[in-house]
T-cell receptor
């Protein structure tokens, strides 16, 4: 019973490069969420997606960040032209319905370091 | 005002102590409530859901007061392994459902 799978677990990028983080939701889950956690800070909501649709991207920075959840394949969080301030843990979570009542389950996170 | 606010902590308690965490939320349309636990450099994991009637799971008791928009978590007989950050989580409807995490309260249980 595979949980939420994220890769890579650790990623190092130089300033100006692109980072792509992938997330495969738990089996049977069609809702994906991305959160960012800066060092010593709490989780910040970024984006909520269903298959082929962005439902809520109110937490996404206006520039350089994008997310998708295609009909086939994992959800991808893409960060273009990374800067040092993008260094953080990026957690993906999934649920099998809108989260009015159901809980969300997290992957182990992707740790991005920008050098 | 933040959507979900928690005691800042850290809480430093001896083994065997009882410790209580509080959380308030601002959106009266909030639908469901949870406590998550996060260990250092790990993902958050569901600890327990919170119901209006209150619920208990072993040494852990969660309470919800909708009128005061307040959630609590009580840990009895603290263990060293309880040391972690505890996150208050609220789901509310705003267009679609949104899950908001509190900043977390760090607990240190010492021998």
């Amino acid at each position: 019973n595979a949980g939420v799978m994220q890769n890579p677990r650790h990623l190092v990028r130089r300033r100006g490069q692109e980072a792509r983080l992938r997330c495969s939701p738990m089996k049977g889950h069609s809702h994906v969420y991305w959160y960012r956690q800066l060092p010593e800070e709490g989780l910040k909501f970024m984006v909520y997606l269903q298959k082929e649709n962005i439902i809520d991207e109110s937490g996404m920075p206006k520039e350089r960040f994008s997310a998708e959840f295609p009909k086939e394949g994992p959800s991808i969080l893409r960060i273009q032209q990374v800067v040092r301030g993008d260094s953080a843990a990026y957690f993906c979570a999934s649920s099998n319905t809108e989260t009015g009542g159901n809980t969300i389950y997290f992957g182990e996170g992707s740790w991005l370091t920008v050098v | 005002r933040k959507e979900v606010e928690q005691d800042p902590g850290p809480f430093n308690v001896p083994e065997g102590a009882t410790v209580a965490f509080n959380c308030t939320y601002s959106n009266s349309a909030s639908q469901s409530f949870f406590w998550y636990r996060q260990d250092c450099r790990k993902e958050p994991k569901l600890l327990m859901s919170v119901y209006s009637s209150g619920n208990e799971d072993g040494r852990f008791t969660a309470q919800l007061n909708r009128a005061s928009q307040y959630i609590s978590l009580l840990i009895r007989d603290s263990k060293l392994s309880d040391s972690a950050t505890y996150l208050c989580v609220v789901n509310f409807l705003t267009g679609g459902f949104k899950t908001i995490f509190g900043a977390g309260t760090r607990l240190f249980v010492k021998a």
